[in-house]
Nanobody, 120 residues
């Protein structure tokens, strides 16, 4: 079994910054892609950013230039640095990791979600 634990959400003023963290633990052979998604109230979950095992990143247009995704393979962790936050960034943020639990068995795991609220 693999568990993902997120931290770092909170309330911040517009223009402020936050850093989200997500660490995986359990039966892990290796980890493929990692990513962050978000779901605002009344809306569908959407991709924020992803990072491959080789460090190749991809961002939603709405966060390009403001958010930075990174990973620490030794700690099975993924991070999201969020700068210049806007009220429209308010959402529950979820991390996702594609984990090889054996050399041939790939599984998708989600964190519990962390609330980010951007408000004056």
């Amino acid at each position: 079994q693999v568990q993902l634990v997120e931290s770092g959400g909170g309330l911040v003023q517009p223009g402020g910054s936050l850093r989200l963290s997500c660490a995986a633990s359990g039966s892990i052979f290796s980890i493929n892609d990692m990513g962050w998604y978000r779901q605002a109230s009344g809306k569908q979950r959407e991709l924020v950013a992803t990072i491959t095992s080789a460090g190749v990143t991809n961002y939603a247009d709405s966060v390009k230039g403001r958010f930075t995704i990174s990973r620490d393979n030794a700690k099975n962790a993924v991070f999201l640095r969020m700068n210049s936050l806007k009220p429209e960034d308010t959402a529950v943020y979820y991390c996702n990791q594609l984990v090889f639990i054996t050399p041939s068995a790939l599984r998708s795991y989600w964190g519990q979600g962390t609330q980010v609220t951007v408000s004056p």
